[in-house]
Each structure stands twice: as C-alpha cells, then as structure tokens.
C-alpha cells in the first residue's frame, strides 16, 4: 500500500531545504539525523519522487523537490494560522523577518527591543541581505515579512511605504570637495564614486538621476554595504551616496560631511513587504502592529 504523506515529513523537507543540512535540519527540529532522513525518505516514497539531492556539503532540492516544497510551506504556513487562531496564550515559537541593513540599524531597534519586551517568548531570526535577496526570500517563505527598498518590480506580495529618507553626498573633511560651500552636479560626477554594487535598487535610483541630466558618475570601488561604504568615505577613499539618517552622528562628530550639491534631490522609500497572505503567524503580526505604530510617525 501506498504511503501516506505525513506532516512532520513536510517539516523535515522543509528545514532541509532551507538550511541546507539534515544535520542542521534535525538540529533545528529537535531530532536526530536518521530521524529525518527517513522522513525525508518516506516523502520520497509517497510521492514517487527524489526531492532532495546529497552533495559535498549538504543537499540541494530537485525540481520536484521545488515543486513540492512550495506546496509544503503553504500547507505548514496554514497549520501555523490554524494553530495561532486557537492559542490566545503567550506568543512563543520563531518569527523570521528581513531587512536591508540600513533599515535595521537606524529605524528598527526601538521597534524590536519593544517586541522582545511585550512578547519575551518569541525568538527573532534576523536576515539582512539586498531589497532582492529579501524578495526572492519571501517568494521562498523563508522569512514572514521583509524591508525593503522600493520600487520593487513585480513585487510577490502587497507592498506599504514606511519610511522616506533624503539621500546625500558625503565625503571625509580632507577631501577636495569638502572645503566648497556649494558644488555642482558635473563636480561630484566626475569625482570618484564610492558606489552601491551594480544592479542594487539605489544604485539604480543614483545612476537613473545622473543619467536624467545626461551624466554618467565616475565609478571608482563598488561596495555591497552602505556601512562599509560609510567607512570608506571616511577614510578619504572617496565621495558617497548615503541616506542621512545613516550619517547624522558621523557629520556631528566631524568624521564626515555633507556636500551641498546644486542641483541634487533625491529620496530613498523603504516599505514593508509581505507574501500574498500576509504574515502566517500570530507572532508576525504582533510584530506588524509595533512597526505600524512606531512607523506612523515617520511614514511616508
């Protein structure tokens, strides 16, 4: 007789999947190795399919595998809803959220040591990646909900602007345009650019700006973190395209400045997004009335 597909098996294809390892995977689930490589197996069974591939270090998904596992996390999402629905007790469990890294050191702390503080029994995953890591990890639900960077093109799932913050050009004291009360565009286009790596949303937004007036900036270094970036700009390395809420401190104590560019004005948005359902589980939208409230006072 044909086997059945059991929902414990969905768990173990599921964390396999997202952390690469059945030993992560059991470790994770509370379990031993063996444990989930018979689950695993028995899926396999029932389904008439391999879905999970061993490799040098870890396993991969087939197709099938893909196929299935997008099926799985909609079914354990559903039981999570279910099962929050019936618990009106304490939030417990682990809540996954994304951010860009900006996001999450200047405009989330006072919102998460608030939901640490009302809800102690919930565990934080935390990922911080690029606006489209965070997309394709909530078309994945690996994570509930993400910040990100807007515009997204053909966002997964409904999109709400939270935060607007001017982007300006900085550069350490000693650089040559530091000295100037005022500069022009052609100035700071043809210094060198500590730039966002190629393909990033602001990257796009910088050079989409410049190439409006017919200007192409001088590229000198990419770099994939905003806070590496501001490092390098103070070190003298170069001029870079910032939000201010990132480099209030560092003009306040000298170690930066703030260029007045005429010419120049342009804002980043930041938004919330979501997968199509919304948040799965109670935790994340408790999650989402603490950010609704802290946001409402700096919302776009």
């Not at 919102?111 to 009302?118: H, I």
């Not at 210094?191 to 393909?199: E, N, R, S, V």
Request: aromatic share 2%; glycine share 10%.
């Amino acid at each position: 007789m044909k086997e059945g597909i059991d929902l414990f098996a969905l768990r173990c294809l599921e964390a396999a999947a997202r952390l690469g390892s059945l030993t992560a995977a059991a470790r994770a689930l509370g379990v031993s190795q063996p444990a989930v490589t018979v689950q695993v197996g028995g899926l396999e069974r029932a389904l008439g399919e391999r879905l999970l591939v061993r490799q040098a270090r870890g396993v991969r998904t087939t197709p099938a595998g893909e196929s299935v596992l997008d099926r799985a996390r909609r079914v354990l999402d559903e039981i999570r809803d279910l099962e929050g629905s019936l618990d009106r007790g304490p939030l417990s469990g682990l809540l996954r959220i994304g951010s860009t890294d900006v996001v999450v050191l200047h405009r989330l702390p006072p919102v998460l040591r608030a939901f640490r503080t009302r809800h102690p029994g919930v565990d934080l995953e935390l990922k911080i990646e690029g606006s489209h890591a965070l997309v394709s990890a909530i078309r994945a639900r690996e994570i509930e909900l993400a910040l990100v960077t807007l515009p997204i093109p053909d966002p997964p799932g409904p999109i709400q602007p939270l935060y607007r913050d001017r982007l300006c050009f900085v550069v350490s004291p000693g650089h040559a345009l530091a000295a100037r009360p005022r500069v022009n565009l052609k100035d700071v286009a043809s210094a060198p650019l500590l730039a966002h790596k190629a393909g990033s949303i602001t990257r796009g937004l910088i050079e989409g700006f410049f190439t409006a007036r017919g200007l192409v900036p001088r590229v000198a270094m990419e770099v994939s973190s905003p806070e590496v970036l501001r490092r390098m700009a103070q070190s003298g390395l170069g001029l870079a395209v910032l939000p201010e809420v990132s480099v209030r401190e560092d003009v306040r104590r000298g170690r930066l400045r703030i260029l007045n560019v005429a010419g120049w004005s342009l804002d980043r948005v930041s938004g919330l997004l979501l997968p199509p359902a919304g948040p799965p589980s109670r935790a994340g939208r408790a999650f989402l009335a603490i950010l609704g409230r802290a946001a409402a006072r700096r919302r776009v």
